[in-house]
T-cell receptor, first 118, second 112 residues
């Protein structure tokens, strides 16, 4: 059973289109994330949700809109796609331990979605 | 905010050699967690280890070992008797502000 699964794995689309990437985790975690990895392998967080509540929104263009219908799902919708959006997008999940420092356990990542905008 | 430096962009070693990947981090937190992840050519991100800052014992897991030095803010990763399957990009990442901050990664190539 896949712990964190993303669909689709590959996505090729034209500029200006709108697309969505879905993510589901079956680990019982309460926190989910979207990370973007560029062509130089640099990984940067985009969003974080805890119990369906937005925790982190890192200066991401508002064309990107995450949606968390429940704790196990965090989808990413992208409007008006641009060439610069081409990247690998990773979904991840972790569990908030509730202690003061180091609030989260390790994050488990999905296999990534390679988005290519042409 | 956290910051991490992985000064080694690429390393190549011959199979069976030992190799150490360096990681230096910055944090304002007094206690924190540090992570290492592996990204093989297939692209997935694989969790390797989590270390909390108040436990400075070195850790060994098979051919992998980690040396945490709080005094120098370093969390280095050593692979002993490297194998071709160890070829990957390795990321060090401190946890802070509810997120992992990844370094730029070190691409390790094991030459058969």
């Amino acid at each position: 059973d896949t712990a964190v699964s993303q669909t689709p794995k590959y996505l090729v689309t034209q500029m200006g289109n709108d697309k969505s990437i879905k993510c589901e985790q079956n680990l019982g975690h309460d926190t989910m994330y979207w990370y973007k990895q560029d062509s130089k392998k640099f990984l940067k967080i985009m969003f974080s949700y805890n119990n369906k509540e937005l925790i982190i929104n890192e200066t991401v263009p508002n064309r990107f809109s995450p949606k968390s219908p429940d704790k196990a799902h965090l989808n990413l919708h992208i409007n008006s796609l641009e060439l610069g959006d081409s990247a690998v997008y990773f979904c991840a999940s972790s569990r908030r331990t509730g202690v003061l420092i180091g609030r989260n356990t390790e994050a488990f990542f999905g296999q990534g979605t390679r988005l290519t905008v042409v | 905010a956290q910051k991490v430096t992985q000064a080694q962009t690429e390393i190549s070693v011959v199979e069976k050699e030992d190799v150490t990947l360096d990681c230096v981090y910055e944090t304002r937190d007094t206690t924190y967690y540090l992570f290492w992840y592996k990204q093989p050519p297939s692209g997935e991100l694989v969790f390797l280890i989590r270390r909390n800052s108040f436990d400075e014992q070195n850790e060994i897991s098979g051919r992998y070992s980690w040396n945490f030095q709080k005094s120098t803010s370093s969390f280095n990763f050593t692979i002993t008797a490297s194998q071709v399957v160890d070829s990957a990009v390795y990321f060090c990442a401190p946890l802070g502000d509810e997120k992992l901050t990844f370094g730029t990664g070190t691409r390790l190539t094991i030459i058969p």
